[in-house]
Nanobody, 116 residues
Framework: EVQFVESGGGLVQAGGSLSVSCAAS????????MAWYRRAPGQERELVAS????????TYADSVKGRFTVSRDNGKKTMYLQMNRLKVEDTAVYYCNRASQDKYMWGQGTQVTVFS
């Protein structure tokens, strides 16, 4: 059974940093491009960052470029998102999944709340 367990979210003041993790299981993690997504209150889920299967290529949404860094450890089947210089508008539930159109079932996500 495919499973994503996101963790590491919390409450942080604007300008601060936070790192979230995604532990994947039930599929060949290292053979898929992966991505972080987020859903803010009242909004659609959006793509935040993606990373190639080897980790050698990354892409970012314009809103987080230069502030967020995505990485992965295929041996641990885990993906990370380092978030720096956080803004109030980064407040959302953060999820991980495949980067392609074909998605596995979503996990519970991890809540990130940024206050001013």
């Amino acid at each position: 059974e495919v499973q994503f367990v996101e963790s590491g979210g919390g409450l942080v003041q604007a300008g601060g940093s936070l790192s979230v993790s995604c532990a994947a299981s039930g599929f060949s993690f290292g053979t898929y491009d992966m991505a972080w997504y987020r859903r803010a209150p009242g909004q659609e889920r959006e793509l935040v960052a993606s990373i190639s299967r080897s980790g050698g290529s990354t892409t970012y949404a314009d809103s987080v470029k230069g502030r967020f860094t995505v990485s992965r450890d295929n041996g641990k089947k885990t993906m990370y998102l380092q978030m720096n210089r956080l803004k109030v508008e980064d407040t959302a539930v953060y999820y991980c999944n495949r980067a392609s159109q074909d998605k596995y079932m979503w996990g519970q996500g991890t809540q990130v709340t940024v206050f001013s």
